[in-house]
């Protein structure tokens, strides 16, 4: 059915990833930001969508790779649907809404490069329904390894999770806000990705030291989470596997971009799903590294 459906490589492995797929407007200031003035600074407009993103990685990476999101039938949409296909994506799965508004994301960066404020429009995916991906199914069965973000709503997300049984699985949280959407879920997730108050919002224990970075881990594994990965971004990440936790520290470099480092290093743990869980977290902070030094990015 994969192979039907999409004319793509044909990659070592398979992966379906489900979630956003949006336009970014990322606008990087000159100097540093002076708050409610108006700040010089370089404005670019790139594909992006937490999921959308992590396909793109996958697909650059030799992974034959299905992207199941929502657009509507718009510039914008439009704009994406080219973008991924130039990288090998699949895209004839895609949800396409007429009359509706594919998702925004828009990013101010400091003049280093780090997130100093974002807004998005990502009502378009957050409305798509279980009912929507019945029709994809066997995909979502037949993939190696299923990725999906929580910019869907937690019923889709249930629904994901059971067409998909117990195949491994990503979840990527996205945000402190929608990662409270995979509650109900942990025991169905196999690997679990989340920054430093994404799971202080997910275990309610604050990240302020390694003894409580370690105890999320391992409160995260009590609920049923195979494997954990807390990303602290210049301070390193935590992986966990059962009783183990595992430090590695960040490499030190010039930072080019921020966003979508992250997704980055989710394809990475993606690629390495069956390694070890050292193999799968290095990958992981890898490509996550690449990306922040503009090695693989758009």
Known sequence: MFQCLCDCMEGFMRAVVIGGANVDIISKSHNKIIHADSNPAEVTLKSGGVARNIAEQLAKN????????????????????????????????????????????????????????????????????????????????????????????????????????????????????????????????????????????LTKISADSRDNIEKMCKYLIGKGVRRVFITLGADGLYATEKSDVIYLPAEKIEVHDVTGAGDAFVAGIAIKFEEDLLTQAKFGARLATEFLKGVCNE
């Open 62 to 201: 030799g992974v034959e790779t299905q992207l199941i999101t929502a657009i509507g039938d718009d510039f914008f949409g439009e704009y994406l649907k080219n973008k991924s296909k130039k990288y090998g994506i699949c895209t004839k799965a895609w949800i396409i809404k007429a009359g509706e508004s594919t998702g925004v994301y828009s990013a101010a960066l400091d003049s280093d490069g780090e997130l100093y404020t974002a807004f998005n429009a990502m009502a378009l995916i957050e409305a798509i329904t279980p009912e929507d991906f019945f029709a994809h199914k066997e995909i979502i069965q037949s993939a190696d390894i299923m990725i999906v973000d929580t910019n869907l709503s937690e019923d889709t997300l249930k629904a994901v999770f059971e067409i998909r049984g117990d195949r491994p699985s990503i979840a990527e949280a996205v945000s402190a806000f929608k990662v409270n959407r995979l509650k109900k879920l942990l025991d169905k997730i196999h690997y679990l990705k989340l920054n430093k108050y994404e799971a202080e919002q």
